[in-house]
């Protein structure tokens, strides 16, 4: 498994942005994966997670109804679609994936390198 999240930068607020995970292993389709922040000077933080084998997903509360996790597993890839952006959200992004089905940053398995968002207000 090797991760690698791409789709940050810099955007206004009210604004969108899609982030991608994608992976060159082979097991992609077994894994629980997730996305992850860590703003400037604070801990990481759960955003969104997805299931290897349906469609349940979850959100931490401070994105409900503004992010959406998504999965395509004949493309090796995951999808963070972020809408209504605000400057809350500045933060550097993770995805991550997980055998076990549960969403902290210690049940992970695997990690990609970050993607930076930046929100202006």
């Known amino acids: 498994v090797q991760l690698q999240a791409s789709g940050g930068g810099l955007v206004q607020a009210g604004g969108s942005l899609r982030l991608t995970c994608s992976d060159s292993g082979d097991t992609f389709s077994l894994l629980d994966l997730a996305w992850f922040r860590q703003p400037p000077g604070k801990e990481r933080e759960f955003v969104a997670g997805i299931r290897w084998n349906g469609p349940r ?65």
């Open 57 to 121: 997903t979850w959100y931490a509360d401070s994105v409900k109804g503004r992010f959406t996790i998504s999965r395509d597993d004949a493309e090796n890839t995951m999808y963070l679609q972020m809408n209504g952006l605000i400057p809350d959200d500045t933060a550097v992004y993770f995805c991550a994936a997980t055998y076990n089905g549960r969403w902290s940053p210690d049940s992970m398995a695997h990690w990609g390198k970050g993607t930076l968002v930046t929100v202006s207000s």
